[in-house]
């Protein structure tokens, strides 16, 4: 079967790093993506791999590693705003996403 | 732009009576989906379309129909609702024409409660 696995919930400090992972066992693999949803919310796009290594927007960044079937997004200078679960998901070779259950990550000032 | 637009936000609806779930987007994109959010578990494909005209189903589609008759609408009817249908219900749409990125984009929600 198709499994996409991430921490439920994760704490960090205002300013501080955090990275949350992600591995995956798919039918396939054309690429992999990380949103953000806050609660209440619907998800938003933060990142696509699709090759190995690290991909950097600003204060976000997302690595692949697509031989170990593992995916992280890490997160710079963290704020309070950035409170949210963050799903990583895996497009697989029917072009459909295969979403993981998400994690819920909670900033403490 | 709008974006995508689902109607209604939220709904109570007793169990045995049918409902649909609208979807309008206005990025003229050619695929739309339905998931379901449910607590502790992913986003559940219920329904896809790649293009007007054509539909799919998704991993969890049983008690659920979609149609697709032009690029902005994709309705989603429950034809006789039932307790574990109780969900949060998420419009998507995508172009995959932009090349292999090709993100979803995502309505606000339509939270279902089915009694």
């Known amino acids: 079967g198709q499994n996409i696995d991430q921490p439920t919930e994760m704490t960090a400090t205002e300013g501080a790093i955090v990275q949350i992972n992600c591995t995956y066992q798919t039918s396939g693999f054309n690429g992999l993506f990380w949103y953000q949803q806050h609660a209440g919310e619907a998800p938003t796009f933060l990142s696509y791999?699709?090759l190995d290594g690290l991909e950097e927007k600003g204060r976000f960044s997302s690595f692949l590693s697509r031989s170990k079937g593992y995916s992280y997004l890490l997160l710079k200078e963290l704020q309070m705003k950035d409170s949210a679960s963050y799903l990583c998901a895996v497009r697989d070779s029917n072009y459909q996403l295969i979403w993981g259950a998400g994690t819920k990550l909670i900033i403490k000032p | 732009t709008a974006g995508i637009t689902q109607a209604p936000t939220s709904q109570i609806l007793a169990a045995g009576r049918s409902m649909t779930l609208r979807c309008t987007q206005d990025m003229r994109h050619n695929a739309m989906y339905w998931y379901r959010q449910d607590l502790g578990l992913g986003l559940r494909l219920i329904h896809y379309?790649?293009?007007?005209?054509?539909?799919g189903k998704g991993e969890v589609p049983d008690g659920y129909s979609v149609s697709r008759a032009n690029t902005d609408d994709f309705p989603l009817t429950l034809a006789s609702a039932v307790p574990s249908q109780t969900s949060v219900y998420f419009c998507?749409?995508?172009?995959?024409?932009?090349?292999?990125?090709?993100?979803?984009?995502f309505g606000p929600g339509t939270r279902l409660t089915v009694l």
């Open positions: 791999n699709v």
């Open positions: 379309s790649n293009t007007a005209g054509t539909t």
């Open positions: 998507a749409s995508s172009d995959p024409g932009t090349g292999d990125h090709s993100e979803q984009f």
